[in-house]
């Protein structure tokens, strides 16, 4: 880069950006389609400034392109944690596995009365999530505590129902 040819510099830069980038984005995030558009808004976010961009030296059109990078990683991580991990997780759980847990909660007509064998805690956990199907994100808003204490909760309420009626 900055051999002073725009055209053959471009398309350095787009090889540099389909190579590099698409390479290290989908280590990162697993997919083609999302290495393809971080390395498409990179390209599009240097070359917006395109006329001052080739007119820098070689390291630091690489300097500059490294920082981009590092922004647009960073957008989509979050991105990419907002919208695939928390939400996957939740509704997988949600329809995979809680499925069989309501069913023990809610099969036997006196399924409140199993829920004296039950802490504080993990009463108003189980009723939550099982009764009131509300999230595990969401009880532990209620309760004002972190998912993984809500998740041991449901756990352990989970055991003592099934040792007390057996199944």
């Not at 030296?57 to 979050?78: L, N, S």
């Not at 990419?80 to 991990?85: A, F, H, R, T, V």
């Not at 009723?127 to 009880?139: L, P, V």
């Amino acid at each position: 880069m900055g051999n002073g040819y725009f055209f053959a510099d471009m398309c350095e830069l787009y090889d540099y950006c389909k190579e590099n980038v698409i390479k290290e984005a989908k280590a990162k995030f697993g997919k083609e389609t999302v290495a393809e558009d971080i390395s498409s808004e990179i390209f599009y976010k240097i070359t917006e400034h395109s006329e001052w961009f080739f007119k820098l030296d070689g390291t630091k059109q690489k300097d500059y392109v490294e920082k981009i990078k590092d922004k647009v990683f960073t957008k989509y991580q979050k991105e990419w944690e907002q919208s695939y991990s928390i939400k996957f997780d939740e509704d997988l759980y949600g329809k995979y596995y809680n499925n069989n847990d309501r069913i023990l909660f809610m099969e036997e007509e006196s399924a409140r009365s199993n829920f004296n064998c039950l802490s504080p805690a993990e009463k108003r956990a189980a009723e939550k999530r099982y009764i009131e199907n509300k999230s595990i994100s969401q009880i532990a808003k209620d309760e004002n505590t972190t998912e993984n204490a809500v998740s041991k909760r449901l756990s352990r309420a989970r055991n003592k129902i099934k040792s007390e009626t057996g199944k």
